[in-house]
């Protein structure tokens, strides 16, 4: 049984930074990609960052390309998310994903979720 365990989460001001972790336990696949989506309230969950498996294959939502950075470590099986000049509507849970490359609609696990909020 596959499970995705994400930390990181929190409360900073606007223009600051967080870093969220994601492990992954019980046989993931070596090629499958993992990454973020988020859901704020009252919105539907939204694709953030994916890692493939290949080092520095990455893909960003618009939005938070050139902002946050996605590194991948293969051999521990862990995802993380570096979130530097955060915006209030960068606000919402963040969940962990893995799937199938690139991921934006083929998420085969999530993560329970880690609340951002970022004040203003």
């Known amino acids: 049984q596959v499970q995705l365990v994400e930390s990181g989460g929190g409360l900073v001001q606007t223009g600051g930074s967080l870093r969220l972790s994601c492990t992954a336990s019980g046989g993931l696949h070596s090629s499958y990609a993992m990454g973020w989506f988020r859901q704020a309230p009252g919105k539907e969950r939204e694709f953030v960052a994916a890692?493939?498996?290949?080092?520095?294959?990455?893909y960003y939502k618009d939005s938070v390309s050139g902002r946050f950075t996605i590194s991948r470590d293969n051999g521990k099986n862990t995802v993380d998310l570096q979130m530097d000049s955060l915006r209030p509507e960068d606000t919402a849970v963040y969940y962990c994903a893995a799937g199938v490359w690139p991921l934006v609609k083929s998420t085969r696990y999530w993560g329970q979720g880690t609340q951002v909020t970022v004040s203003s």
């Open positions: 890692h493939n498996w290949r080092p520095g294959s990455t």
